[in-house]
């Protein structure tokens, strides 16, 4: 097959796996090698990736700014469905995904590459969402996995390749955990990270502050939704990647959104992942509290219902499948009234909220108020009770208890 590609487009981000591939891919296939590089808000990361790609063996690098495509066209569909993995994981790494696979196979048609290729291990996720995503947009498209093919089964073996090949890498055998960032967070794994029961050093944290040491004073903000979707932040519109970065400010100055999971991958294996989404935890809750005036009881129900699964979806790499796109479609229906106001106050890892309120909103003061109301008679709750109790008396008198 090797011999049969004429062009390959390489995910690459001047990391460690992918600073290796270009020139691998050189040697195993002897074809052009185009580097792409997606931003997706990695800030300085990003700056010697031309060079270096260059250096190493591409022969054109794509450099492109996604950053608002990514927030405003995959985070924020995935925040309005409320969207967590196993109940603390926010999918930052895999909502990232789909949107690099996406520019990836469209620059392939444009270049009239026969091949694409990533540098994700053979034991980790993201091949599968990348190539899931190759498949369903581009399937004749031919996909190389080096992690699958070569004989460097490791990142030390990895590293020791790179420094015979004079290829400078960021991760050395003394730090040797890697990192994958975005706009929406920053994971941390592999390395000393693989105990479960070692602590990670704090100095490994880059978007965040420690919650011991956060300010003392709480930082009070206000985020305003028009539905389903966070427009504003103390009255001052932006746009949503803008929106993000300032969240990802306060929330790190006040040590919000760092975890330390062990999850289970699709692959099979148990994997620990340390996470930072400060921004993201922040829009987490604020988006829970604007739906719980705005959003109808069952309807809430409903859609709970349907988290497990939907993010499941997009941590395994089904983002563009159409029961992903179902989903989609009902959650962003659900979300048509969603729009309002929350305060919040974050203090010391902590996102706290304070107030809610819309100019349409299902919580009426009146009906709830323990004073006198109107429109609500308490009497009305006796026979709902007894309504609610006959499949229980039956249930008790039929079979005892």
């Given at each position: ?59 054109k690098v794509y450099i492109e700014d996604l950053r608002e495509e990514f927030v405003s066209d995959f985070v924020f569909p995935m925040l309005r ?13 895999s909502i990232a995904r789909p949107l690099i696979a996406k520019e990836q196979i469209r620059i392939a048609n444009m270049e009239g590459a026969d ?119 103390n009255g001052e519109k932006m746009s949503p990647a803008k929106l993000l970065e300032r969240l990802n400010q306060y929330g790190g100055e006040n ?147």
């Open positions: 097959m090797g011999n049969k590609i004429k062009k390959i487009v390489l995910a690459y981000s001047g990391g460690l796996d992918t600073s290796v591939i270009i020139k691998w891919l050189k040697e195993k296939y002897d074809c052009e090698i185009i580097a792409f590089a997606a931003d997706v808000g990695q800030g300085q990361e990003l700056d010697p990736v031309r060079e270096k790609a260059l250096a190493t063996g591409a022969s469905a409320n969207a967590f993995y196993e109940h603390d994981y926010l999918l930052g790494t091949g694409v290729s990533h540098g994700s291990t053979g034991k980790g996720n993201d091949q599968v969402r990348f190539e899931l995503a190759y498949h369903t947009l581009n399937p004749e498209i031919i996909i190389v996995a080096p992690w699958r093919e070569w004989d460097l089964n490791s990142r030390s073996a990895l590293i020791d390749y790179a420094v015979a090949h004079g290829i400078p890498v960021p991760v050395t055998k003394d730090k040797p955990y890697s990192m994958d960032r975005n706009m929406f967070h920053i994971s941390y794994e592999g390395g000393v990270l693989e105990d479960p029961w070692s602590g990670p050093d704090e100095d490994m944290f880059m978007l965040s502050v420690s919650p011991e040491k956060a300010p003392d004073k709480a930082t009070i903000i206000e985020i305003q939704y028009e539905a389903g979707n966070p427009v504003a932040i040590g919000v959104g760092r975890i330390d999971i062990v999850e289970n991958r699709f692959v099979g294996m148990k994997s620990r992942g340390i996470y930072e989404t400060p921004g993201g935890t922040i829009l987490h809750q604020a988006h829970r509290a604007i739906e719980s005036i705005t959003l109808d009881r069952e309807v809430t129900f409903l859609r709970d219902s349907l988290i497990p699964a939907y993010a499941r979806m997009i941590y395994n790499g089904f983002w563009y499948s159409p029961e992903r796109e179902l989903i989609q479609q009902t959650v962003d229906q659900m979300q048509t009234h969603v729009t309002g106001e929350v305060r919040l106050k974050l203090y010391k890892g902590n996102v706290i909220v304070l107030g809610r309120k819309a100019e349409k909103s299902l919580y009426n003061q009146n009906i709830a108020s323990f004073e006198e109301s109107h429109g609500y008679s308490q009497n009305d709750a006796d026979g709902f009770i007894k309504l609610n109790a006959l499949r229980l008396k039956l249930y008790a008198e039929t079979f005892g208890r």
